[in-house]
T-cell receptor, first 116, second 111 residues
Framework: EPEVTQTPSHQVTQMGQEVILRCVPI?????FYWYRQILGQKVEFLVS????????KSEIFDDQFSVERPDGSNFTLKIRSTKLEDSAMYFC??????????????FGPGTRLLVL | RKEVEQDPGPFNVPEGATVAFNCTYS??????FFWYRQDCRKEPKLLMS???SGNEDGRFTAQLNRASQYISLLIRDSKLSDSATYLC????????????FGTGTRLKVLA
């Protein structure tokens, strides 16, 4: 069964450093998402991406964040200058279709980011 | 009112019990509803989609009440392996169909 993969599984970084989180969505999917989950809290939407551009971003997704699909298979999330409060589990998700009745998203295993 | 609201639990039930979780959502324009399961420190995994009047999959039954903006999940004959957090997820329509998650309801099935 095809699945979303993410690397690395864990990342430890110093405050102020740049990190890039990588995702390989399911191959025929067209819609891509990043979510995050701070420990003990709910999963929160960060950004959605379709047709090589951002469709929507949340207020969390400020100028320090960017996304890219550099080569048709990878989907990356970059945090330019990490803050302590960026420590969280980051989930990538992908979906094949988006209609009113069919837009299931499939989640990768996550990257646990710890900012020191 | 929260966008998606769930009782956080925990629900502690014996093996074989029937347990029900509820969820309410605030956006009446939402069209897609889901139950995801999340094990500790793992990704959400799709348990069931909930469309129109609801659906059943084995021991799991999901119901949708659009008038009350309410979704439920019923687990019959619960197993130890059902222990997890159950996430109510609602799409936010308006172009991107991003997911809005509830905080989750924690279930512990006891031997």
């Amino acid at each position: 069964e095809p699945e979303v993969t993410q690397t690395p599984s864990h990342q430890v970084t110093q405050m102020g450093q740049e990190v890039i989180l990588r995702c390989v969505p399911i191959s025929n999917h067209l819609y891509f998402y990043w979510y995050r989950q701070i420990l003990g809290q709910k999963v929160e939407f960060l950004v959605s991406f379709y047709n090589n551009e951002i469709s929507e971003k949340s207020e969390i997704f400020d100028d320090q964040f960017s996304v890219e699909r550099p080569d048709g298979s990878n989907f990356t999330l970059k945090i330019r200058s990490t803050k302590l409060e960026d420590s969280a589990m980051y989930f990538c998700a992908s979906g094949l279709t988006r209609t009113e009745t069919e837009e299931t998203q499939y989640f990768g295993p996550g990257t646990r980011l710890l900012v020191l | 009112r929260k966008e998606v609201e769930q009782d956080p639990g925990p629900f502690n039930v014996p093996e074989g019990a029937t347990v029900a979780f509820n969820c309410t959502y605030s956006n009446s324009a939402s069209q897609s509803f889901f139950w995801y399961r999340q094990d500790c420190r793992k990704e959400p995994k799709l348990l069931m989609s909930v469309y129109s009047s609801g659906n059943e999959d084995g021991r799991f039954t999901a119901q949708l009440n659009r008038a009350s903006q309410y979704i439920s999940l019923l687990i019959r004959d619960s197993k130890l392996s059902d222990s997890a957090t159950y996430l109510c997820v609602v799409n936010k329509p308006g172009g991107t169909y991003k997911y809005i998650f509830g905080t989750g309801t924690r279930l512990k099935v006891l031997a």
